[in-house]
């Protein structure tokens, strides 16, 4: 018998512990190990709430926590409540899958200022991450900025655009829908420091953005290099960019009442306002020789008074666990950190790639595993036996999956119309809903 925890419970470990129960079928013990006592991670807390069909991947979790193989421990906070150190003590392995939940910061004047949020608090806000239920971004402006030209940004810019009943069939939490629904936004200006060809938007998410009922993309056709250069691009970048120059074909639309603007070549340098954030000023670039931007001095103000970094993430450090500074993640060699210690997904590659991206990387972590320590043969670990006592003398509680389907039927029945389900967002309300 085999004894495996996996750290963090969204598609990298979930992957991950499907992998090994195939691998390793009834010879292993396989825990998911979540701080929080809802599992899914980035589907529940990242995946845009009105992004519902990516989010049913869920379901296919639903049968690896409900295999026999695999037990979910929710309510765990790994460093607070149990070391690593003592986890790899008690299992053969330990997979950290906690993926990139802090946001990079840009490193400029007045990016402190109250109004500039990180779009991993932003996103996390309207998504009910209990560490940003009370995060309150200033909507009352009518101007705010996205910086940053990744998915990420296209997806902050999409839910400050849309209307109330654009939201039917999304999973929103309640505090943010009602407060979109007040907000006086009307420009939002998405901030790329280079151009369009550079951009890390794909099609599909881009499309979205001529398709809202209140909303229309504005793009500057002078931004565009010339028709040819398209041919060099991979099929999916030159679909985006051709979505990009349909949008600079359109007429200013007066019957929409918002716009989202793309400003590209646009590196923020300076945030600024009276205590509060009122104004990015920005230096127009162009690209440089090996095609990053390069400043050319002319600078020029845009009015925000929400401002949204979306410039990508970082693995939160472990103590214990050797982490690579440059790229925000584990220090790890092909998902390898030490002799039974490993990583996977976003705490493994940084950042980048899709839901489905983190399949392939948990299935080689696994398969590595496998060679390590073949299925048949016996470990002398514990496993979550002794866990359990440990977390027990600690006075914490931890949540089954059976727990889990409890808190998730009160969320079902408590939805508003129109909506899949009302999401608790205080741990407080999750411990209720079981009655702790
Ligand atoms: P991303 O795709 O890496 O985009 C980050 C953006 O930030 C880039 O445009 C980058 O520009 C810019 N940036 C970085 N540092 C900057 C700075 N100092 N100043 C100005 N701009 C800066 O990251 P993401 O949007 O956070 O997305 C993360 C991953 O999740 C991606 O793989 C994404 O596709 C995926 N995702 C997918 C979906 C979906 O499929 N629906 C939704 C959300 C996210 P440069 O290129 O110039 O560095």
């Known amino acids: 018998m085999r004894h495996f925890a996996i750290v963090g419970s969204g598609p990298a470990g979930f992957y991950t ?3 090994l129960a195939k691998a390793y079928g009834g010879e292993a013990r396989i825990d998911i190990i979540d701080r929080y006592p809802v599992p899914y991670g980035l589907i529940r807390f990242g995946v845009a709430p009105d992004h519902q069909s990516l989010k049913a991947v869920s379901k296919r979790y639903d049968q690896v926590a409900e295999g026999g193989t695999v037990q979910f421990l929710g309510n765990v906070a790994v460093g607070a409540h149990v070391s690593i150190d003592e986890l790899r003590g008690l299992y053969d392995a330990v997979i950290l899958a906690i993926g ?3 946001d990079r910061k840009l490193g400029i004047p007045g990016e402190d200022l109250p109004g500039v949020v990180g779009s991993a608090e932003f996103v996390g806000w309207y998504n009910g991450h209990p560490d940003f239920a009370d995060l309150d971004p200033p909507l009352g402006g009518s101007h705010a900025a996205v ?9 902050c810019a999409r839910i400050l655009a849309k209307n109330r009943h654009e939201f039917e069939g999304s999973d929103i939490v309640g505090h943010a829908l009602d407060a979109l629904d007040r907000s006086a936004i009307r420009t939002i200006t998405i901030l790329g420091r280079r151009g369009p060809h550079q951009i890390s938007m794909t099609p599909k998410e881009l499309g979205e953005l001529g398709h809202l009922e209140a909303a229309a993309p504005l793009v500057e056709a002078g931004d565009f290099p010339p028709i040819e250069a398209d041919e060099a691009l991979e099929p ?7 979505i990009l120059r349909e949008f600079a074909t359109h007429e200013p639309d007066d019957s929409k009442p918002k716009k989202i603007v793309f400003d590209f070549f646009a590196r923020p340098v300076r945030i600024e306002g009276d205590g509060k954030a009122e104004r990015l000023i920005v230096e127009r670039t162009m690209l440089d020789a090996g095609g990053g931007a ?3 001095g002319e600078m020029y103000e845009v009015a925000a008074s929400l401002i949204v970094t979306s410039i990508g993430y970082q693995t939160p450090r472990i103590d214990g666990v050797p982490y690579d ?4 993640k584990f220090a790890n060699d092909a998902g390898k950190i030490a002799d039974g210690l490993y990583a996977v997904g976003w705490a493994r590659r940084g950042p980048t790639g899709t839901i489905g991206t983190n399949r392939p990387d948990g299935y080689e972590v696994a398969e590595q595993i496998a060679a390590a ?4 043969s016996d470990g002398a670990k514990a496993g979550s036996k002794v866990l359990n006592g440990l977390l027990e003398e600690r006075g914490i509680k931890a949540t089954s999956f059976t727990d889990w389907r409890t808190i998730e039927a009160a969320e079902v029945a408590a939805a508003r119309p ?3 389900r009302e999401k608790m967002v205080r741990h407080d309300d999750w411990l209720k809903a079981l009655g702790h």
């Open 294 to 296: 390069q400043g050319t």
């Open 100 to 102: 990139a939940p802090h």
């Open 325 to 328: 500074e440059r790229g925000g």
């Open 373 to 376: 320590m073949p299925p048949g």
């Open 147 to 155: 910086i940053g030209n990744g998915n990420v940004a296209l997806d």
């Open 418 to 420: 129109g909506s899949p």
């Open 236 to 242: 999916g970048q030159r679909k985006s960019i051709n």
């Open 17 to 19: 512990a499907e992998a």
